[in-house]
């Protein structure tokens, strides 16, 4: 079965610091896509990133990079130069080609990640 | 930047009402999905649909019925309302392929007293 781990509830980083978000997934199928959303304390999802499972580089958008390790099952995401702003809830999720539920996102549990001056 | 709109943000309704949870999206995507998150946990899929008049549960039970009549338009029902459906309901929607990126809308924050 297709899981999602986020073994980090919470973090703190200071301003200007990178910061490393744990992800690990577990799925049986080749080929799948794993996500990355921001979700503000106003609630809504905001995607970030994207990593296919046979992309031979690790996804980068801006501030964000995803270091995908594949035999390990692993795609932490990396904030580079954190901003107040980063300050949210994350969340990794997985889509994969089992096409029950119409590829519907697997979430992790979250981590909430606390930037401070 | 996505598209995606649901109406209202927040509801505060009494049990037994029947509330209507709005949905559009102005992408032409064909699949939109409805997710429910409690405070502080991750989204559990309750309804999609792969387009027009087609639409299924998803994995987590809900009392809730969908709709799929125009492509753009993507209502989630509920027809008796009860404090258990207290909670956050997201919408999404995506283009055709199977690992395309959904995209979120703003979500409705429910309230049943």
């Known amino acids: 079965a297709q899981k999602i781990t986020q073994t980090q509830p919470g973090m703190f980083v200071q301003e200007k610091e990178a910061v490393t978000l744990d992800c690990t997934y577990d799925?049986?199928?080749?080929?799948?896509?794993l996500f990355w959303y921001k979700q503000p304390s106003s609630g809504e999802m905001i995607f970030l990133i994207y990593?296919?499972?046979?992309?031979?580089q690790n996804a980068t958008e801006g501030r964000y990079s995803l270091n995908f390790q594949k035999a390990r099952k692993s795609a932490n995401l990396v904030i580079s130069a954190s901003q107040l702003g980063d300050s949210a809830m994350y969340f990794c999720?997985?889509?994969?080609?089992?096409?029950?539920?119409?590829?519907?996102?697997?979430f992790g549990q979250g981590t909430e990640l606390s930037v401070k001056p | 930047e996505a598209d995606i709109y649901q109406t209202p943000r927040y509801l505060v309704i009494g049990t037994g009402k029947k509330i209507t949870l709005e949905c559009s999206q102005t992408?032409?995507?064909?699949?939109m999905y409805w997710y429910q998150q409690d405070p502080g946990m991750e989204l559990h899929l309750i309804h999609y649909?792969?387009?027009?008049?087609?639409?299924e549960k998803g994995d987590l039970s809900s009392e809730s019925t969908v709709s799929r009549i125009r492509t753009e338009h993507f209502p989630l029902t509920l027809e008796s309302a009860r404090p258990s459906h207290t909670s956050q309901y997201l919408c999404?929607?995506?283009?055709?392929?199977?690992?395309?990126?959904?995209?979120f809308g703003p979500g409705t924050r429910l309230l049943v007293l």
């Open positions: 999404a929607s995506s283009d055709q392929g199977l690992l395309e990126t959904q995209y």
């Open positions: 799925t049986s199928d080749p080929s799948y896509g």
């Open positions: 990593q296919g499972s046979y992309d031979q």
């Open positions: 999720a997985m889509r994969d080609f089992d096409y029950n539920q119409g590829g519907k996102l697997i």
């Open positions: 992408m032409g995507h064909d699949k």
């Open positions: 649909s792969y387009g027009v008049n087609s639409t």
